[in-house]
């Protein structure tokens, strides 16, 4: 039965192929030619059959969909309802200065403290009850619950009964670290911990104040600065991607003074720089869907148009960099359906000329994904998913290093801090090379040669070098194009600063949360 069983099947695929030959022969001249003639078909020159292989494939090539016509449909770029960064983000919250006196009343009240002064605290303590009376007593038990010794980071909180009649119903200590080593790194996570404290305490009003407040007029204009970033960094909750958002009560956030100080103008410049790097934080945080080449664009765009009378801005599309001879930068962009975009938005003070002042060019990476190219990133610690911004382990695995596109919202935030600010004896150049790189048959392959602007060529042994590669043209274009005659790159471009730094942590002495390096 078994055999007989093969035999059929074997018979069936036969008369399969035979049925499938006579329709063939029937309808196809091809099939019917080879079917009915035995004659020879005439021999083709090798140079003859390669000319007709480019002409097919010249012809497969313009038959493809435009590029563009394939962009993803679900995980649509530029998701609605998802804006990729908000020029002022801060809302309605307000930072002021007020003089401290024994009247000073908000909903939160959050002081400095530190190493010595917390050691030294009471459950009488003078300064706490020149605030109000007994507050001196809770700030003394919650540091003595929590162990707070006014260790930078550190801090402690505690609700203020109601019946002690109190303007506060929340006080707290925020450590600042010895004495002689507070700086405005210190300051600014007094003025954050401060305001997140209070947000979270469904607070509306906050002052933060110095524990000892013995600052000459003139000295405290720059803490008082600090402080009022980190507040309003402190204030800001981006809820984008957050389904059930949490509603934000706290509104008016003030800073005791001494007597006589006016930090009117370093409030002013605090809100400028806080927005640039509230900025530069959404930009990092939203995924490659939502801030593409496109939307990178768009925000420089948004930027300009609010400070019109000192900002301009130029997107230079995929045909203007050809023009330029880009090759380094398009090389990198080339396997992606979304567009190439190269920013460059320039600040000029008002009523002066760029050929009259200093001209300065802050250049950021600008990938807004990685996939790594052909050298893909692949395995274990990869992180793939992170590539919005190149994140990757280093020696140590609870550091990471930002890369890819964080560059491009450092140097948009800082163009939008420069706007408002202003600076008169400058024109500055914000430059942004900005591309995907991906995998495709248009792309680059390893071992490919590209020329940059400049007439340099390039071998490429690694795709996932790409940030150097679109930093290339973007360089060659802030010195001839824009004339700048100093350069800031901000791209961390994390394998060289390894190679260069070594492997490191927060608790390196070279490091800086805020700043980065100080090397």
């Known amino acids: 039965m078994r055999c007989a069983r093969s035999a059929l099947r074997s018979t069936a695929r036969v008369l399969s192929f035979a049925s499938f030959s006579a329709s063939a022969s029937a309808t196809s001249p091809i099939m019917a030619s080879a079917a009915t003639t035995t004659a020879r078909a005439p021999v083709t020159s090798p ?9 097919r494939r010249s012809a497969a090539l313009a038959a493809r969909a435009p590029r563009g016509a394939l962009t993803r449909s679900f995980a649509a770029s530029n998701a609605p309802g998802y804006a990729p960064g908000d020029v002022h983000p801060f809302g309605d919250v307000v930072v002021t200065a007020s003089q401290k006196t024994a009247e000073l009343a908000a909903d939160a009240l959050v002081l400095s403290m530190c190493e010595a002064d917390a050691a030294a605290l009471t459950a009488s303590d003078d300064v706490f009850e020149s605030y109000g009376k007994g507050l001196a007593a809770i700030v003394h038990d919650v540091a003595t619950a929590e162990e707070f010794k006014g260790k930078a980071g550190s801090s402690a909180f505690a609700r203020v009964p ?34 997140a404290a209070a947000n979270k305490a469904k607070c509306e009003s906050l002052v933060v104040a110095k524990y000892w407040m013995g600052d000459a007029p003139e000295e405290f204009e720059t803490k008082a600065r600090a402080i009022a970033v980190g507040a309003y960094l402190g204030a800001f909750d981006d809820q984008r991607f957050k389904s059930e958002k949490q509603a934000k009560t706290l509104r008016l956030i003030s800073v005791a003074t001494p007597a006589g ?16 790097v509230a900025l530069t934080k959404q930009l990092v945080a939203a995924p490659p869907n939502v801030v593409t080449p496109t939307a990178l664009a768009d ?13 301009s801005v130029k997107i230079l599309e995929k045909k203007d960099c050809e023009k330029l001879g880009m090759g380094s930068f398009l090389g990198v962009s080339e396997a992606s359906d979304e567009p190439p975009k190269f920013i460059h938005l320039t600040y000029t003070p008002k009523g002066k ?15 807004t994904f990685d996939s790594g190219g052909y050298n893909i990133k692949a395995g274990a610690g990869s992180m ?13 695995p609870r550091v990471v290093a930002v890369a890819v596109m964080g560059g491009a919202g450092a140097t948009l935030g800082a163009a939008r801090v420069v706007a408002e600010t202003a600076p008169p004896d400058v024109a500055a150049h914000f430059i942004v090379a900005s591309c995907e790189n991906m995998i495709g048959s248009r792309g680059l392959r390893p071992g490919d040669i590209l020329t940059a602007s400049n007439g340099k060529t390039i071998e490429v042994n690694n795709t996932d070098a790409e ?17 700048a005659t100093k350069i800031v790159d901000v791209a961390t471009l994390t394998g060289a600063i390894i190679v260069g730094l070594g492997a490191f942590d927060r608790q390196d002495t070279r490091f800086s949360p805020t700043r980065g390096f100080n090397i």
């Open 299 to 311: 925000v420089a765009r948004a930027i300009a148009a609010e400070f019109k009378d000192t900002m």
């Open 47 to 55: 140079a003859t059959t390669l000319a007709k292989r480019a002409s």
């Open 467 to 483: 940030g150097r590669l679109t930093l290339a043209d973007a360089l060659v274009y802030a010195e001839k194009t824009a004339g």
């Open 162 to 195: 109601a019946a002690m009649g109190l303007p506060f119903k929340l006080v707290g200590v925020v450590g600042v670290g010895k004495a002689g080593e507070i700086g405005a790194d210190a300051w600014t996570a007094l003025g954050a911990a401060a305001a």
């Open 384 to 396: 793939i998913e992170m590539m919005k911004f190149d994140v990757r382990p280093l020696a140590r």
């Open 353 to 367: 000329k760029a050929k009259d002042l200093t001209n300065v060019a802050v250049v950021g990476k600008g990938l």
């Open 261 to 276: 100080a006016d930090v009117s103008g370093a409030l002013t410049r605090a809100k400028a720089t806080a927005a640039g």
